[in-house]
């Protein structure tokens, strides 16, 4: 959404909206074996899609899109959003120039303070599981006990492949 700007109009916004509002369906309707916190997961996604539907942005406060309308959105992330929006449905401004100018302000700011500078989502270390976990959940194969398909085992150059015969 942040990296293409004609991702950030009113009618994709709209176009996702409808989207999300079927996964969110599916969602309440699934049981947590199948949806578990995937609603949650996406909560980037919302309020940016919801920053691109919301009406008079040009009224909006940074501090009502920071903390009310996106606040899991950094400053980065608003600042990116708010300057490729563009209403190709209505003709309608993105924020006024003052927000855009107090989050180049809170910018400069973050990367005087060394906070990443970047848009983009980073890693989340908070995953809670590990390689290990992963590694012990899955199931020991013994490759020597695996069959090679009938169109490798009929292939001369794959005999490599096929058990030693001892």
Same mark, same amino acid.
């Not at 942040?2 to 309440?28: I, T």
């Given at each position: 959404?942040?990296?293409?700007? /004609?991702?950030?109009? *009113?009618?994709?916004? /709209?176009?996702? %909206?409808?989207?999300?509002? /079927?996964?969110?369906? &599916?969602?309440? @309707?699934?049981?947590? !074996?199948?949806?578990?916190?995937? &609603?949650? !997961?996406? %909560?980037?996604?919302?309020?940016?899609?919801? *920053?691109?539907?919301?009406?008079?942005?040009?009224?909006?406060?940074?501090? !009502?899109?920071?903390? !009310? #309308?996106?606040?899991?959105?950094?400053?980065?992330?608003?600042? =990116?959003?708010?300057? $490729?929006? &563009?209403?190709? %449905?209505?003709?309608?401004?993105?924020?006024?120039?003052?927000?855009?100018? @107090? $989050?180049?302000? #809170? $910018?400069?700011?973050?990367? @005087?303070?060394?906070?990443?500078?970047? +848009?983009?989502?980073?890693?989340?270390?908070?995953?809670? *599981?590990?390689?290990?976990?992963?590694?012990?959940? $899955? /199931? =020991?194969?013994?490759?020597?006990?695996?069959?090679?398909?009938?169109?490798? =085992?009929? @292939?001369?150059? +794959?005999?490599?492949?096929?058990?030693?015969?001892?």
């Amino acid at each position: 959404l942040l990296l293409r700007r /004609e991702c950030c109009s *009113f009618s994709n916004g /709209e176009y996702v %909206k409808a989207g999300l509002a /079927e996964l969110e369906h &599916w969602c309440y @309707n699934a049981t947590d !074996e199948y949806a578990g916190s995937s &609603w949650d !997961e996406l %909560k980037h996604i919302r309020q940016a899609i919801g *920053f691109l539907v919301i009406h008079q942005k040009p009224k909006k406060t940074l501090d !009502e899109i920071s903390h !009310e #309308l996106c606040p899991v959105l950094s400053i980065q992330q608003l600042y =990116r959003i708010s300057t $490729m929006y &563009w209403d190709d %449905k209505y003709g309608t401004h993105s924020v006024s120039p003052d927000v855009i100018a @107090n $989050m180049r302000v #809170l $910018m400069t700011e973050d990367s @005087n303070n060394a906070v990443s500078n970047s +848009f983009l989502l980073d890693d989340d270390s908070s995953i809670p *599981f590990s390689v290990d976990d992963l590694s012990k959940s $899955m /199931e =020991r194969i013994e490759i020597g006990d695996v069959e090679p398909p009938p169109l490798i =085992r009929e @292939n001369s150059g +794959f005999s490599f492949l096929l058990p030693c015969s001892d």
